[in-house]
């Protein structure tokens, strides 16, 4: 069973384009106790029923905070361990160890993070790994898979710390 981070994770949407890719999101952190962070420009409203109808009826228990742009994201959280996740790094994910409060930030399905997020010194990008030759996985799928492997790294740290 899945126990509440005290200090949660964040998981960071910088210019989404799909509303139920972000509705889908929204409903692994309902289920997970992630925060949801969207930063604009969205490609949809964030009243959009696809969005809504993805996230079902989740919706009263995300924590969900937007931002006009990435620069003000980061202005509102510059101590935040960043992992920049993007189909273009060298590291695997598996090689990060997330801690709680860790922020995974994840660009648009069609541009991925930009250059100046990748190389703008904000975090650590990473990568999921794939078969060569494949360009990308679907953005709600990677957050997913992302989210899911910080939570087991951090609930086994938390469960050695406790450990007699």
């Not at 930063?39 to 964030?46: A, T």
């Not at 937007?66 to 590291?91: G, I, K, N």
């Not at 100046?116 to 799928?141: C, K, Q, W």
Request: net charge neutral.
């Amino acid at each position: 069973m899945l126990e509440p981070l005290a200090s949660p994770l964040h998981l960071v949407l910088v210019s989404p384009q799909i509303p139920p890719n972000t509705g889908n999101v929204a409903r692994l952190c309902a289920v997970t106790g992630c925060r949801l962070i969207l930063v604009e420009p969205l490609g949809f409203s964030i009243d959009d029923r696809n969005l809504k109808r993805a996230g079902l009826d989740y919706w009263d228990k995300v924590f969900l905070k937007l931002y006009p742009t990435y620069d003000a994201y980061v202005a509102e959280y510059p101590q935040a361990r960043r992992w920049l996740f993007s189909a273009r790094a060298e590291t695997s994910l598996y090689a990060a160890r997330f801690e709680p409060g860790d922020h995974l930030v994840f660009g648009s399905e069609v541009t991925g993070l930009l250059p100046e997020v990748m190389e703008g010194g904000t975090g650590t990008p990473v990568t999921i790994p794939m078969l060569p030759e494949r360009r990308s996985l679907n953005l709600s799928t990677s957050v997913g898979i992302g989210a899911y492997e910080a939570l087991r790294q951090v609930q086994l740290g938390t469960a050695a710390r406790q450990a007699p």
